[in-house]
């Protein structure tokens, strides 16, 4: 499975995977795809340095890549307590009374909340960026928005590409004015931030408004005939980043939530703003629910929200609280049904992927192939 | 481009089209398609034996078929005027006091109003298979809920095939229970009703539900590219709805409608219960917008939000009051650009087919096709 973009990446196959786990990405990268790093969760630049030495140790000579949420725009002077300051005391309350309607115990002294919010302000990211750029990253990619230009800049002064996600062809033309390499259109069904047009619809739109920019598309994509479908829409590669959860190499740190997972069909997700105030696609449990609940105070704006919930989250997923326990994820959550090894999960797509290619070749009567 | 179901129909291209317009499906049918005529529109059973008539005169030998809308749930005893009755007055006040901002005139003395609900009740559904079951149609599809066992007893020994839309792989697996013989999976991005999964995901969920049933793919598809992903995910056939919206056959009877589709893009559409009472796809318009704004009295379950809003809508469409004005259209409106004939559209499908089955070869490595 080869486009000019995996031939300029040296990949034997143009699956990228995103994932939070240094673990998965280095087996992604072995495999034969290209592993991306998200980087949002590492608040102590050393935690990121011990983790990419980890990577860097185990991608086996491959390629691997970055993935930051820098935002373009920079509140200058503004700190994570002027923010804070900022959250009603209603919707305060309104965490507590959940977590205690479903008996959630607090965090233990000391016990730093996992899911941190810093992570989505520039100053973090740009700690991040020093880290990153001593490592041999050949894919730095931009969850939010455009990346601002000196860090393309220094991007393209190390032979770094730079990527950047995109809900709509307007978005991804943004980008392009960015002097970004390439654009991940992610469509409607993915995990995570997604506007509302479908892949189907995304990919041909967002390859037609920045060509010769090459595209990756995302959303609903987790099985061979849907790669083939991808790259039919005139797609360089995929971005896959849901079914990397409930691979062997994963480590959720919740057996409960992978069951949750490996249960859930294709329509138990929903687009939430519960998590950080703008629409993310994730697992629809009763913590959601309560924030999309008319009933309820609804949510906060990002960055409010994530701050609202940090340590909310955190308990839920410590305590395993079963009926609030969720996580980003996309429709494709429906085809994960067991848990499987990263190896196993490339092999599975490359082998369907070729008898997709049989398939459609006998259907265009080129019955030779 | 052949599958099992083309070849068992006779058809050259495995593309289904289902058109309100008689001449559309003609058309459809002649350019080596298959044309499906929507009956939901017709009450009097010699309009529908009128179309059907110059239908099966201009379809050049060739297999069509028809779409009725029959609930599977019965209400016996039950008239228009009873349902009429269970209308709030503050929602009929709401319906006058939007079109009054509007300034949108009433029909003329005697003027019928064109779009009736009337055709979604199963007496008037029944009404038109008499009718239908006298013409040659090779298709019977039933676009909301499984067909009733007698109709697809009645269809088979007329040798029809039955169809029905499924949003879900449990309703395919309900429709599959009730002896249909193909499933036509509806994603999100589809004009009309929705489910909330979207295209790249259902198709192949549905199809692996089914099996053997053939599956055609519906929901983001108007371009070949988009043909070839459909069938890649394991489809029999694609269906397509809104692209013939805008084509030279087609006969809206409104010039502002038409270039409000041709102007539209892929975000200006909405799954909103402004039209019927259940999701069903639209453009975006104030219309649309005054019946999903929480200030507003909301909308009313099916079927009285249809007979609500059934005179108001034909108002709109008579005397094109254009920020109001609007039709159900998927996604892929944001590809309708020009006005073409429906051979043009045909052509430019299979030849955008035919490069994207090149293209997916390039990338499989398989050169010497």
Same mark, same amino acid.
């Given at each position: 499975?080869?486009?000019?973009?995996?031939?300029?990446?040296?990949?034997?196959?143009?699956?990228?995977?995103?994932?939070?786990?240094?673990?998965?990405?280095?087996?992604?990268?072995?495999?034969?795809?290209?592993?991306?790093?998200?980087? %949002?969760?590492? +608040?102590?630049? =050393?935690?990121?340095?011990?983790?990419?030495?980890? $990577?860097? #140790?185990? &991608?086996? @000579?491959? !390629?691997?890549?970055?993935?930051?949420?820098?935002?373009?725009?920079?509140?200058?002077?503004?700190?994570?307590?002027?923010?804070?300051?900022?959250?009603?005391?209603?919707?305060?309350?309104?965490?507590?009374?959940?977590?205690?309607?479903?008996?959630?115990?607090?965090?233990?002294?000391?016990?730093?909340?996992?899911?941190?919010?810093?992570?989505?302000?520039?100053? %973090?990211?740009? +700690?991040?960026? =020093?880290?990153?750029?001593?490592?041999?990253?050949? $894919?730095? #990619?931009? &969850?939010? @928005?455009? !990346?601002?230009?000196?860090?393309?800049?220094?991007?393209?002064?190390?032979?770094?590409?730079?990527?950047?996600?995109?809900?709509?062809?307007?978005?991804?033309?943004?980008?392009?004015?960015?002097?970004?390499?390439?654009?991940?259109?992610?469509?409607?069904?993915?995990?995570?931030?997604?506007?509302?047009?479908?892949?189907?619809?995304?990919?041909?739109?967002?390859?037609?408004?920045?060509?010769?920019?090459?595209?990756?598309?995302?959303?609903?994509?987790?099985?061979?005939?849907?790669?083939?479908?991808?790259?039919?829409?005139?797609?360089?590669?995929?971005?896959?980043?849901?079914?990397?959860?409930?691979?062997?190499?994963?480590?959720?740190?919740?057996?409960?939530?992978?069951?949750?997972?490996?249960?859930?069909?294709?329509?138990?997700?929903?687009?939430?703003?519960?998590?950080?105030?703008?629409?993310?696609?994730?697992?629809?449990?009763?913590?959601?629910?309560?924030?999309?609940?008319?009933?309820?105070?609804?949510?906060?704006?990002?960055?409010?929200?994530?701050?609202?919930?940090?340590?909310?989250?955190?308990?839920?997923?410590?305590?395993?609280?079963?009926?609030?326990?969720?996580?980003?994820?996309?429709?494709?959550?429906?085809?994960?049904?067991?848990?499987?090894?990263?190896?196993?999960?490339?092999?599975?797509?490359?082998?369907?992927?070729?008898?997709?290619?049989?398939?459609?070749?006998?259907?265009?009567?080129?019955?030779?192939?």
């Amino acid at each position: 499975m080869q486009t000019e973009l995996s031939r300029k990446l040296g990949i034997e196959h143009a699956v990228f995977g995103f994932t939070p786990f240094p673990a998965v990405a280095a087996a992604i990268s072995r495999a034969g795809g290209f592993g991306v790093l998200g980087a %949002v969760r590492y +608040t102590a630049p =050393d935690d990121l340095k011990r983790d990419l030495d980890w $990577l860097d #140790a185990h &991608a086996g @000579g491959r !390629p691997y890549g970055l993935d930051v949420v820098m935002p373009a725009k920079k509140v200058e002077g503004v700190s994570e307590a002027d923010v804070e300051a900022m959250i009603p005391e209603a919707h305060r309350r309104f965490v507590e009374e959940t977590l205690a309607r479903y008996g959630v115990p607090g965090l233990a002294e000391g016990e730093a909340s996992g899911w941190r919010i810093t992570g989505w302000m520039e100053q %973090v990211a740009r +700690t991040q960026l =020093d880290v990153a750029f001593e490592y041999p990253i050949r $894919l730095l #990619a931009n &969850a939010l @928005g455009s !990346p601002p230009a000196d860090v393309v800049r220094r991007a393209h002064d190390r032979d770094v590409l730079v990527a950047a996600l995109a809900g709509s062809a307007r978005h991804a033309r943004k980008h392009q004015e960015a002097g970004i390499d390439l654009v991940v259109a992610q469509g409607y069904e993915a995990g995570g931030h997604t506007g509302e047009i479908a892949t189907m619809v995304l990919t041909p739109e967002v390859v037609e408004a920045v060509d010769p920019l090459p595209v990756l598309a995302a959303g609903g994509i987790g099985s061979g005939p849907q790669v083939a479908a991808a790259l039919s829409l005139g797609a360089q590669g995929v971005w896959l980043g849901s079914i990397w959860l409930t691979t062997t190499e994963a480590d959720l740190h919740s057996p409960a939530l992978t069951r949750k997972l490996l249960a859930a069909e294709s329509g138990d997700t929903v687009r939430s703003r519960a998590l950080t105030g703008k629409p993310a696609r994730q697992l629809r449990t009763e913590w959601t629910d309560a924030w999309d609940d008319p009933a309820g105070p609804g949510t906060l704006p990002m960055p409010l929200q994530g701050l609202l919930v940090a340590e909310a989250v955190s308990r839920i997923h410590k305590h395993e609280a079963e009926p609030l326990l969720g996580t980003p994820v996309g429709q494709i959550v429906g085809r994960m049904t067991c848990e499987r090894s990263v190896q196993a999960v490339l092999d599975d797509l490359t082998r369907g992927f070729e008898r997709a290619v049989d398939r459609i070749n006998r259907i265009a009567g080129r019955s030779g192939q």
